[in-house]
């Protein structure tokens, strides 16, 4: 029985092979981008969170989308 999420950009790190350089920062297809624009706020982190621009919520889906693309591809 699986009782959590798994194979999902919220729980799990997804890195493109071809793009892999040990010991460097690398491109991914996670939830550390919205985490990354956050980070850059003047935000004190508490309840409720700043509106995501339509910016960062259309890249954060499409990151999304290409990890399902990429993972359901072979």
């Known amino acids: 029985i699986l009782i959590d999420e798994v194979l999902s950009p919220d729980s799990s790190r997804f890195w493109p092979l071809d793009q892999y350089s040990p010991g460097k920062a690398q491109p991914s297809f996670d939830k550390q981008f919205i985490r990354d624009y956050l980070s850059g706020l003047d935000w004190d982190k508490t309840s409720p969170g700043?509106?995501?621009?339509?910016?960062?919520?259309e890249k954060s889906a499409a990151k999304y989308k290409e990890a399902a693309r990429l993972l359901m591809e072979k």
Request: hydrophobic share 40%; no cysteine; net charge negative.
């Open 50 to 57: 700043p509106e995501l621009p339509e910016e960062i919520v």
